[in-house]
């Protein structure tokens, strides 16, 4: 029982377009989100996270979206660096749990 | 701050065979998380500690066992590895509430024969 799907397992993308992450998620008692990125070899790295009384945050190229009523969320990154070329993680966590829930990855790549 | 520290960061065992895999962080975080990842699977909660001296079981429990003594470390163990345990593990901390980030350590990749 996945309760956060990334259903998407790579994307390729060209240096200097938006790349577009996708989530869904399928616990309504979710309230808080967040994208985590991660290299070969290292530990995941938090990126951007949004509450779900939101449904807009931005942070520099990287801006995430929240749709509650589809139980989606997505992440922009505008425009795409080939740094950017990682697996990114959507993550999910109910109020006052403090344990997160995470999707499959999506292994995102920029290319030249 | 050296962050989130995992030892060892590569092991291959025997079937049967036990050990302990070392977290530390240097951030005084109140919670603590061991995680595993598997192809396509993602990150799966083992155990997680809200403080020192506290355990609890996450999704994934079965074969491990936890010890949260110091507040600063947070050890994970397999007292009889299989096969099925092979796996890359990731240690994680955070504040505890308000805040929910987490931050991880470099990770463990974990080789049962």
């Known amino acids: 029982d996945q309760q956060v799907k990334q259903n998407s397992p790579s994307l390729s993308v060209q240096e200097g377009r938006i790349s577009i992450l996708n989530c869904d998620y399928t616990?309504?008692?979710?309230?808080?989100f967040l994208w985590y990125k991660k290299y070969p070899a290292e530990g995941p790295t938090f990126l951007i996270s949004i509450s779900s009384i939101k449904d807009k945050n931005e942070d520099g190229r990287f801006t995430v979206f929240l749709n509650k009523s589809a139980k989606h969320l997505s992440l922009h990154i505008v425009p795409s660096q080939p740094g950017d070329s990682a697996v990114y993680f959507c993550a999910a966590e109910i109020q006052g749990a403090q344990k997160l829930v995470f999707g499959q990855g999506t292994r995102l790549t920029i290319n030249p | 701050n050296a962050g989130v520290t995992q030892t060892p960061k590569f092991r291959v065992l025997k079937t049967g065979q036990s050990m302990t895999l070392l977290c530390a962080q240097d951030m005084n975080h109140e919670y603590m998380y061991w995680y595993r990842q598997d192809p396509g699977m993602g990150l799966r909660l083992i155990h997680y500690?809200?403080?020192?001296?506290?355990?609890a079981k996450g999704e994934v429990p079965d074969g491990y066992n936890v010890s949260r003594l110091k507040k600063q470390n947070f050890l994970l163990g397999l007292e009889s590895a299989a096969p099925s345990q092979t796996s890359v593990y990731f240690c994680?901390?955070?504040?505890?509430?308000?805040?929910?980030?987490?931050?991880f350590g470099p990770g463990t990749r974990l080789t049962v024969l």
């Open positions: 994680a901390s955070s504040w505890g509430p308000p805040a929910v980030t987490q931050y």
């Open positions: 500690s809200v403080g020192e001296g506290t355990t």
């Open positions: 616990n309504s008692m979710f309230d808080y």
